[in-house]
T-cell receptor, first 112, second 115 residues
């Protein structure tokens, strides 16, 4: 069966450190993988998109990698700040599809 | 408006009642999506509209759920004979990119509670 797995345990991290989140997928052939941030009671907000032929994408303090052999994406927040505390969702779309399928999200708590 | 607007923000209803949830996408966005999110879970796809037509409704859980987008802009998600298991946050998103998925712009959601 198809699965998108993110660590369901919250990630507690000290301010200034790098947070690394994992997104693993099974039985998908994604053309795109996206990362979203979601704050409590709010809708998800787009952060980054990476294509299957891209290894890495950066945006300010964020970095995403995409390894189609390992079927995994890593999401890094460098120099983390308390304002980065939120749930982070990965989502993928297959080449033949037209919808994003989301993982369960990982909650990040950055402590000052 | 500037973003995706969803109404109502909260809806409490009794089991068996009929519910309508409205989504007003960003102007000019032809692609519109409905997702459902339960507590502690990621959004679950329900239906995708391209213009006025439902291009993919494979995520609708059963025939109690129906969605329309008659003029290619505002969409309404309709739930008949609500059940307690329908309680969730219903998220709407729109996108400028047709066919392939670009960035999705989400609304704040409609929280449905079925008593």
């Amino acid at each position: 069966s198809q699965k998108i797995e993110q660590n369901s345990e919250a990630l507690n991290i000290q301010e200034g450190k790098t947070a690394t989140l994992t997104c693993n997928y099974t039985n998908y052939s994604p053309a795109y993988l996206q990362w979203y941030r979601q704050d409590p009671g709010r809708g998800p907000v787009f952060l980054l998109l990476i294509r299957e032929n891209e290894k890495e994408k950066r945006k300010e303090r964020l970095k995403v990698t995409f390894d189609t052999t390992l079927k995994q994406s890593l999401f890094h927040i460098t120099a983390s700040q308390p304002a980065d505390s939120a749930t982070y969702l990965c989502a993928l779309e297959e080449a033949a599809g037209n919808k994003l399928t989301f993982g369960g999200g990982t909650r990040v708590l950055v402590k000052p | 408006g500037a973003g995706v607007s969803q109404t109502p923000s909260n809806k409490v209803t009794e089991k068996g009642k009929y519910v309508e949830l409205r989504c007003d996408p960003i102007s000019g966005h032809t692609a519109l999506y409905w997702y459902r999110q339960s507590l502690g879970q990621g959004p679950e796809f329900l239906i995708y509209f391209q213009g006025t037509g439902a291009a993919d409704d494979s995520g609708l859980p059963n025939d109690r759920f129906f969605a329309v987008r008659p003029e290619g802009s505002v969409s309404t998600l309709k739930i008949q004979r609500t059940e307690r298991g329908d309680s969730a946050v219903y998220l709407c998103a729109s996108s400028l990119i047709e066919g392939g998925t670009g960035e999705l712009f989400f609304g704040e959601g409609s929280r449905l509670t079925v008593l």
